[in-house]
């Protein structure tokens, strides 16, 4: 379904739904849990539901009421036999997070996807596990995981998915000895490795630093902190930030301003418009950066460190250069980047690719442009914020369906 939006500059203050990075690692965590755990989160997404379900397929007890998960198991995570089919739905976080797991327990586990995610590739996390005696069939989804992984020394690359090694750090502490994970070439993404180290703290793991990676003993059992709370989302907070940077004023509320999200550098990112703005870090803020750099007149923007984005939800790097031309802008795609001309955008026809962050990116361009937007896929948002459209309206943002 089409969504208008028409040019209106928002104002107001607007809570910011949870952060999914943080609800998928404390979602995980309580899950392999043999004491209850409570945790705040006050919105879901679809991303988040499907690591919910997937725990469920799990044996884990997850229970939703009111603002709250109540998550538990009933005996130790690597001590049973599973036959489980897990629906990762379009959420990467979630295969790549359990996909370890599953190889820590004995039976069969069956693990599909929908939208891109069947093609997205796993190849050096299948590869490691593989090397470490788990007993997988496919290369992408479907996969099927028949358990057997043995501790030991891991090593991957470091630039192609923080993801793969959140999943290990979550299941390498379970395994019957003590194993290394490092990283062969410089990590990227490593605030949300440290977002993962965190949360594995909180549940009473032990993870000792490396210079290049981690040490992990194995045997240990994942503690119920007892009550935890879902963080604000900096990745949601980036919208209205980028908003603000375009003329609006928004005060995103529920934030950690000491938080390991990647994302929090959105506040040191956007002054930086109008030169060369490096997102290895935080590739997640590139569509939005973007589409603020192709608002403002007079300036050019150099976006790079996002060569992984061409295997989201889409190739965000096309789809981004493709919507701000549809707006009348000017960008060229580099090889891990987009090279970005602003100037006053003219409005027009987006295709949303069915990509939240393409379909929210379009939405705060659309706040200054001369005339109206008509996006694509606007229930794209429910992966990650399904409140987007009604705070939009609620900060005076005018959009029809």
Known sequence: MNITVLPSLLRGAVDVPPSKSHVHRL????GLCGEMTRIYCPVVNADIDATARCLWALESTVVRRYDWFSVSRDFPPSWFETHADLDCGESGSTLRFLLPLCACFRGEVRLTGRGRLPSRPNGPLLEALREHGAKIEGDFLPLTVRGGLQPGDFALPGDVSSQYFSGLLFALPLLDGDSTLRYTSPLESMPYVNLTLTVLSQFGIR????????????????????????????????????????????????????SCQGDKAVTALLPHIGGEI????????????????AAIPGKTTRITGAARL??????????????????????????????????????????????????????????????????????????????????????GGKCHA
Request: glycine content about 10%.
């Open 27 to 30: 979602l995980i965590a309580a």
């Open 207 to 258: 993870v000792e630093p490396l210079a290049d990676g981690w040490r992990v003993p194995g045997n240990q059992q994942y503690r119920s902190p007892g009550t935890v709370s879902a963080e604000g989302d900096w990745s949601a907070a980036a919208f209205w930030l980028g908003a603000n940077a375009l003329g609006s004023d928004v005060t995103p509320e529920g934030l950690n301003p000491a």
């Open 278 to 293: 490096d997102v290895t870090d935080t590739p997640d803020l590139m569509p939005v950066l973007s589409a603020v750099a």
């Open 310 to 395: 061409r295997l989201k939800e889409s190739d965000r790097l096309a789809a981004m250069a493709q919507t701000i031309r549809a707006l009348g802008g000017e960008a060229e795609e580099l090889p891990d980047g987009l090279v970005i001309y602003g100037k006053e955008l003219k409005g027009g026809t987006v295709d949303g690719q069915n990509d939240h962050r393409v379909v929210m990116s379009a939405a705060i361009a659309a706040t200054v442009c001369q005339g109206p937007v008509t996006i694509s896929d606007l229930d794209a948002v429910d992966k990650s914020y399904p409140g987007f459209w009604n705070d939009f309206q609620h900060l």
